[in-house]
């Protein structure tokens, strides 16, 4: 249920905004695997168009962090505050991905960036899926968290079921409250979200025990290394990370859900298709190009021309 209501959602919102999509990002600092948000939202600026000419692909916050300009290339090495096998397997990252552009000069590898790295969003919203609300788990802990660390600037608890008062008290004022319909698309705003503060120390709660809870406190330095890194990987893996159902009965339905046509419904094939069914038939997953559908539906690019420059004294290093 909530991976169809999920795939749902962002199918709604590639449609309906220019945001860039994501699922299942780690979204904590001092241990990321402590929360994972549903969807990430990234909000995009102006210069998207610049950061879409670069690369499809993800860019590595270390290869964005280094001492690497697009100005004069520069040694390697020194580009790094890191091991030297992290700052080699980064340098050559960030050269497959078309980041950086290598110059040789007595068989050393001298790097820069094509271009300057751009600050191509505004916000970040993340989403927590909730379609049923009688089954809420540690949703309350979870948006907790969320609202403690502010890594996002707005936080949004996203739901299929009708919201009640009591339901709105059992989370943090911050959290908006959306109910979507994912069988009409239909999206009622119940509460607005409030802004977080980004740009200030946030708590991350670790983990509770009966007498204390364990945190740590996480710089906005962290935060917004943190923030640059849900924003490249957003951009990098978009939302479309499933597969297709390998049965007679698995179908595309619009926007690239995968759909089974025998129960009528949106699958999780890694999870509900398979000799576990007792209507699975074995057969060739249905060709979906998901790629040209996400560049054709959001302002992520799938083979951009790359920016191709010289620099002027480059010919020293021949």
């Known amino acids: 249920m ?14 309906t905004t220019d945001w860039i999509l994501a699922r299942q990002l780690g979204a904590a600092v001092a241990e990321p695997g402590n929360r994972i948000i549903d969807i990430c939202c990234v909000i995009p600026n102006q210069s998207i168009d610049t950061r879409t000419q670069i690369t499809a692909r993800s860019i590595p916050t270390a290869a964005i962090d280094s ?42 590898r001298y790097i820069r960036q094509v271009a300057r790295y751009p600050q191509w969003y505004d916000r970040l919203i993340g989403i927590e899926n909730k379609p049923d609300l009688s089954r809420p788990g540690n949703l309350e802990q979870q948006l907790r968290l969320d609202v403690s660390l502010g890594i996002f600037d707005e936080v949004v608890l996203a739901t299929e079921s009708y919201v009640t008062r009591a339901h709105l008290n059992r989370i943090p004022d911050e959290v908006g409250v959306w109910r979507f319909d994912p069988q009409n698309g239909d999206r009622t705003v119940i509460r607005e979200p409030q802004q977080l503060p980004t740009t200030e120390t946030g708590v991350e709660l670790l983990e509770n025990h009966s007498l204390k809870t364990d945190i740590a406190l996480i710089t906005a330095e962290q935060k917004q290394r943190k923030r640059t890194q849900l924003a490249e990987r957003s951009y990098g893996k ?3 990370t499933y597969d297709f159902p390998a049965c007679v009965h698995g179908a595309a339905e619009d926007g690239a859900l995968p759909y089974c046509t025998h129960y009528g419904c949106l699958v999780d094939a890694s999870t509900d298709c398979g000799v576990g069914c007792p209507e699975f038939a074995s057969a060739d997953p249905p060709a979906v190009d998901t790629a040209a559908i996400r560049d054709d539906r959001s302002p992520w690019v799938h083979q951009p021309d790359g920016i191709v420059r010289t620099q002027s004294g480059l010919d020293r290093f021949f």
């Not at 909530?2 to 449609?15: D, K, P, R």
């Not at 096998?85 to 078309?98: F, L, M, P, W, Y």
């Open 2 to 15: 909530e991976f169809g209501f999920e795939v749902s959602l962002c199918s709604y919102l590639e449609a």
């Open 67 to 108: 001492a690497v300009g697009p100005g004069d290339a520069v040694y390697w090495r020194d580009a790094f505050d890191c091991h030297p096998e992290r700052a080699r397997s980064v340098t050559d990252h960030a050269i497959e991905i078309g980041f950086f552009e290598v110059e040789r000069n007595g068989g050393r």
């Open 238 to 240: 978009g939302w479309r």
